[in-house]
């Protein structure tokens, strides 16, 4: 079993930055695919950043390429979601997750554990 706690969320303006955390527990993260998704109001989840176990290659959706980053402290069995930039789009409900046979990064369904979700507000 699994365990993830995201944290880091809360309500800012338009060009902020924030940084996510999703601490894990139960099982050693550094041995699995780790992603992000949001939801927003009225909307179906969608990905936002993955990162693979060991090669750490990156996968980012259009929509937040450039502004946001994923990274892993595999010693912290954490993995991070820094986003720059931020705009009233990026409003949503923020979600980590593992994807324990790393298939189909951006695909929700492939992911096996879930956190709580940690709330982002943007405001113009």
């Known amino acids: 079993q699994v365990q993830l706690v995201e944290s880091g969320g809360g309500s800012v303006q338009a060009g902020d930055s924030l940084r996510l955390s999703c601490a894990a527990s139960g099982r050693t993260m550094s041995n699995y695919a780790m992603g992000w998704f949001r939801q927003a109001p009225g909307k179906e989840r969608e990905f936002v950043a993955a990162?693979?176990?060991?090669?750490?290659?990156?996968y980012y959706a259009d929509s937040v390429k450039g502004r946001f980053t994923i990274s892993r402290d595999n010693a912290k069995n954490t993995v991070y979601l820094q986003m720059n930039s931020l705009k009233p789009d990026d409003t949503a409900v923020y979600y980590c997750a593992v994807n324990l046979e790393g298939r189909r990064m951006v695909v929700a369904d492939e992911y096996d554990y879930w956190g709580q979700g940690t709330q982002v507000t943007v405001s113009s």
């Open positions: 990162i693979r176990r060991s090669s750490g290659i990156v």
